[in-house]
């Protein structure tokens, strides 16, 4: 039986059915782990291994250093305690209209059972955040907010300024006339400044309202929380 294309949607059922397949699952791999990196990378090794069984994986730019290129698409695994991850900085931009690519976000809480010397996972949220989400929420409402209130370029200008945006003034300023033309999203992450950006998905998590561009495949409210 050919292997189906994945795209998008196919991605989300996916995801789904693994999350239910793997939630509190025993492990002996898992057992005594707390390096969350490294729970990290077992679970998207385990979920594109998961993925590849049942789907053509078509290739696409492996140099961008996605999980899922031929959908642009990334995975990551956090945990419930601290819902964070990193991403590579590539331009300040993305602060403001979004990574470029889009994320697909697991977040567990783990447990160890000490008897049978494994560990599980319980999958509490899944989250879609489409590309054009994927900017900071703080800095694009409050850029939005400016523009709603008459706002110029300096006033744009000053607020990307003040806001520690790393780039030159000249950047700034040019980032700030574009701004005028062409508004951002709103985005849900809270991006941090660092040599790599770091990804806060709390928003996303408690998210309760339907948002276009976010799908949430397990819904953390569902889960009793």
């Known amino acids: 039986m050919p292997k ?36 990290g990378t077992f679970v998207e090794h385990l979920f594109q291994n998961y993925l590849e069984e049942q789907y053509e994986l078509t290739a696409g730019n492996s140099a961008n250093g996605l999980d899922l290129p031929s959908i642009n698409t990334d995975i990551k695994v956090t945990s419930i305690r601290q819902p964070q991850s990193s991403c590579p900085f590539k331009d300040s931009k993305q602060k403001i209209y979004g990574l470029g690519y889009n994320l697909i976000v697991f977040v567990y809480q783990k447990e160890d059972n000490a008897k049978i010397q494994q560990g599980c996972l319980h999958f509490l949220s899944c989250s ?27 006033d744009l200008f000053a607020f990307l300024s003040d806001h520690k945006i790393p ?59």
């Open 4 to 39: 189906k294309v994945l795209n998008i949607a196919e991605l989300q059922i996916a995801a789904k059915r693994f999350c239910e397949r793997e939630n509190g699952l025993y492990r002996a791999e898992l057992f005594g782990v707390t390096d969350g990196k490294a729970i």
């Open 167 to 225: 780039s030159d003034e000249v950047t700034l300023m040019n980032m700030a006339e574009e701004l005028l033309k062409n508004p951002p999203k709103i985005g849900y992450l809270t991006i941090s400044n660092a040599l790599q950006w770091r990804l806060q998905y709390g928003r996303i998590v408690n998210l309760t309202e339907a948002v276009d561009g976010i799908t949430q495949i397990i819904r953390y409210s569902d889960n009793g929380n």
């Open 128 to 154: 879609f955040i489409e590309s054009s989400r994927t900017a900071d929420y703080q800095m694009t409402t409050g850029i939005l907010d400016i523009i709603a209130n008459n706002g110029n370029a300096e």
